[in-house]
């Protein structure tokens, strides 16, 4: 059973620090192809970071601030972020597997299964 797990979002200040994590099923976990992705109120889903092919690639809005990292062995995905801002407000969700659908690292159609989410909110 597919299944996608994110915790550790909640309410902080700016500057404030989060650590999210998701738990993925041992069947849909895919070492190479993880993401973490956000939403904000009336804006479309947007990549924050992502291992694509391996490689780990970030937004420009949080290069710096936030880090991706994976435990293969506990087939979980972690994003820490510090320095958070207002604009970092949003749903955060984790993607896994790859669609093979010609996209780049961030396109969402590119991952194939998702968690629920989890919000953020950083208020100044």
């Known amino acids: 059973q597919v299944q996608l797990t994110e915790s550790g979002g909640g309410s902080v200040q700016t500057g404030g620090s989060l650590r999210l994590s998701c738990a993925v099923s041992?069947?849909?976990?895919?070492?190479?192809?993880l993401g973490w992705f956000r939403q904000a109120p009336g804006k479309s889903r947007e990549a924050v970071a992502t291992?694509?092919?391996?490689?780990?690639n970030y937004a420009e809005a949080v290069k710096g601030r936030f880090t991706i990292s994976q435990e293969n062995a506990e087939y979980t995905l972690y994003l820490q972020m510090n320095s958070l801002q207002v604009e970092d407000t949003a749903m955060y969700y984790c993607?896994?597997?790859?669609?093979?659908?010609?996209?780049?690292?961030?396109?969402?159609?590119?991952?194939?299964?998702w968690g629920h989410g989890t919000q953020v909110i950083v208020s100044s």
């Open positions: 993607a896994t597997g790859r669609s093979w659908k010609g996209g780049r690292w961030s396109d969402s159609s590119e991952y194939k299964h």
């Open positions: 041992r069947s849909a976990y895919d070492r190479k192809y």
């Open positions: 291992i694509f092919d391996g490689y780990t």
